[in-house]
């Protein structure tokens, strides 16, 4: 048998995450970074990382729950990722995704449909996250921009958008790097959890307000309205602040941006040190660029990508 290459794309959420945990819906869209992982047979076992021994229990169990005989296969493997890890840009959801798509080629000798290998992925991020919503990595498989939402565990709504990100709102859109955060995405959704616990109604009601505002983003794009648009993002932040994910560095960084544009967390977000990366819609070009090189902040611009999981060999 040879050599099974599968590469998946990293993920921004524009609006909706940790809304997206309690049945809100997000918009996603999958960007230009990837994550390539190649799987190449061998006579005796390799040694595995632990997300990788996580992914070949995760994929093991996927196939005995139908009924499907698991091979004992021996295999090597690499992965090359241009997606930054831990900072809400979906790297474990890619990851999930690509390494859950090879090996069940691997075990069945066959490809997988985008859906199997979604929902494959999807438990693969359980084990990672406890209580992920599947965003990220249904993302991941399917590219492109989605609106999903999780209506019970066994099923979701996603809908791969007909419109795009109109080019007069994306040429300005960019990542800013915050820093990893100290909480793991796990860790960021159990706070949330609690603080729903301890203060339902506010909560609720920033819920509500955030799926208001996804379903504003979908409009300003359908309707080209940048102002709307930055409006959006800028209440966005407002929300999520609220939900507790943003740390005071962050808010601080956010501040002294504020002459360029506005921006919001994007992904978990991190409330005790960084809050990962930031979307940002640059107003004042020059002006931003000049600050981020001064202040030597990573940065890149933001490209969707209409690709999702994908073969490579
Ligand atoms: C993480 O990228 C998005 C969250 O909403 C968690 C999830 O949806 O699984 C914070």
Not at 6 to 13: C, F, L, Q
Not at 108 to 135: D, M, R
């Amino acid at each position: 048998m040879k050599q099974i290459v599968y590469s998946a794309p990293g993920k921004v959420i524009l609006s909706g995450e940790h809304a997206v945990v309690y049945g809100r819906p997000a918009l996603v869209c999958a960007i230009d970074k990837r994550l390539t992982i190649s799987i190449t047979p061998s006579k005796t076992s390799a040694p595995s990382n632990q997300g990788m021994k996580t992914v070949e229990k995760g994929v093991r169990d996927f196939l005995k729950q139908k009924k499907i005989p698991v091979p004992e296969l021996f295999f090597s493997y690499s992965v090359d990722s241009q997606i930054p890890i831990g900072r809400g840009l979906g790297s474990s959801a890619a990851f999930s995704a690509a390494a859950s798509a090879a090996l069940l080629e691997l075990y069945t000798g066959q490809e997988w449909s985008l859906e199997e290998i979604n929902n494959c992925a999807y438990k693969i991020e359980q084990v990672f996250h406890k209580n992920p919503s599947g965003v990220d990595n249904t993302a991941a498989v399917f590219g492109g921009l989605i609106y999903f939402r999780k209506e019970f565990e066994f099923l979701k709504t996603i809908s791969s958008l007909s419109l795009k990100i109109p080019s007069s709102i994306e040429q300005n859109l960019f990542l800013i790097d915050s820093g990893k955060p100290e909480e793991t995405t796990a860790q960021m959704v159990e706070n949330v959890g609690k603080l729903y616990n301890r203060k339902g109604l506010l909560i609720d009601k920033t819920l509500r307000n955030i799926e208001k505002i996804t379903k504003r983003i979908v409009v300003s794009f359908a309707k080209e309205d940048t102002v709307f648009f930055r409006k959006s993002i800028e209440d966005n932040q407002k929300e999520l602040e609220k939900l507790g994910v943003v740390s005071g560095k962050t808010k601080s960084l956010l501040k002294h941006l504020q002459p360029f544009g506005v921006g919001k967390v994007t992904g978990a977000g991190g409330t005790l040190g960084a809050s990962g990366f930031l979307l940002f819609y640059v107003e004042k070009r020059e002006r931003f660029l000049a600050f981020i090189q001064g202040k030597r902040l990573e940065s890149m611009v933001f490209h969707s990508s209409y690709l999702g999981l994908k073969k490579i060999i």
